[in-house]
T-cell receptor
Framework: EAQVTQNPRYLITVTGKKLTVTCSQNMNHEYMSWYRQDPGLGLRQIYYSMNVEVTDKGDVPEGYKVSRKEKRNFPLILESPSPNQTSLYFC??????????????FGPGTRLTVL | DAKTTQPPSMDCAEGRAANLPCNHSTISGNEYVYWYRQIHSQGPQYIIHGLKNNETNEMASLIITEDRKSSTLILPHATLRDTAVYYCIVRGYYNQGGKLIFGQGTELSVKP
C-alpha cells in the first residue's frame, strides 16, 4: 500500500531534549515536506526537499533541522525543543512537488508536546 | 499563489450532494485549483484538482467557472464519513517550495 509513515505518532518531552520525528514514504517520490499545524494558523511549511541531498527552508524553519540522505526518508530534528514547538506535525511527499503533475500525500501526523 | 475564500461551515444531509464553493478571483492562468480535506486532525487527504476543465474522479467532481474565478467541489452522495474540513487551494506550477497553502477551509457536517 502506498503510504507516508511517521513515528512516533505521539510524543511528550521536556524543553531542551533533542528529538527526531521520522518520515518515510514507499512511493519513490522525489519531493518531501514537513508542515506544522496550529489552531488558528493552519498548516505551515517548515522544510522541504526536492530530491536526495537537496533541502530548503519553508516558512517556519527556526528551531528545526532536516536531512535527506536517501529518497524514502526525511527526518525532522528538533535539537533543543521549546514549548512553542508544541504542535501537530505532518510529513508529505509527492512525485516532483510540481502542481498539475502530481499530488501530495500526507502522513498520519505526530502530536508533539514540549513541557 | 492566489488567495481563496470559502464559507467557514456548511451542513449537508446524508445521501444528498454536498456542494462546496470556493472563490479565487485573483487566480492566474498557470495556477491549478486543488481540493484537500482533513478529517479530525488526520493527515490532509487529496481529493481532486483541475486547471480549466471540469474534473471527476471516484471521490468527487470539480466544477470550475469559465472565467476561473470560482469553483465548486461536489460530493455526489455525502456520507457521515465525509464530515471534515475541506480546503480549496490555488497553486502555481512552479510555486516556491512546492508547498500547499491551507486557508481556513469549510467545515462540512454531514447529518443523518
Amino acid at each position: 500500500e502506498a503510504q507516508v509513515t511517521q513515528n512516533p505518532r505521539y510524543l511528550i518531552t521536556v524543553t531542551g531534549k533533542k528529538l527526531t520525528v521520522t518520515c518515510s514514504q514507499n512511493m519513490n517520490h522525489e519531493y518531501m515536506s514537513w508542515y506544522r499545524q496550529d489552531p488558528g494558523l493552519g498548516l505551515r511549511q517548515i522544510y522541504y526537499s526536492m530530491n536526495v541531498e537537496v533541502t530548503d527552508k519553508g516558512d517556519v524553519p527556526e528551531g528545526y533541522k532536516v536531512s535527506r540522505k536517501e529518497k524514502r526518508n526525511f527526518p525532522l530534528i528538533l535539537e533543543s525543543p521549546s514549548p512553542n514547538q508544541t504542535s501537530l506535525y505532518f510529513c508529505a511527499s509527492s512525485l516532483q512537488g510540481l502542481a498539475g503533475t502530481d499530488t501530495q500525500y500526507f502522513g498520519p501526523g505526530t502530536r508533539l508536546t514540549v513541557l | 499563489d492566489a488567495k481563496t475564500t470559502q464559507p467557514p461551515s456548511m451542513d449537508c444531509a446524508e445521501g444528498r450532494a454536498a456542494n462546496l464553493p470556493c472563490n479565487h478571483s485573483t487566480i492566474s492562468g498557470n495556477e491549478y485549483v486543488y481540493w484537500y480535506r482533513q478529517i479530525h486532525s488526520q493527515g490532509p487527504q487529496y481529493i481532486i484538482h483541475g486547471l480549466k476543465n471540469n474534473e471527476t474522479n471516484e471521490m468527487a467532481s470539480l466544477i470550475i467557472t469559465e472565467d476561473r474565478k470560482s469553483s465548486t467541489l461536489i460530493l455526489p452522495h455525502a456520507t457521515l464519513r465525509d464530515t471534515a474540513v475541506y480546503y480549496c487551494i490555488v497553486r502555481g506550477y512552479y510555486n516556491q517550495g512546492g508547498k500547499l497553502i491551507f486557508g481556513q477551509g469549510t467545515e462540512l457536517s454531514v447529518k443523518p
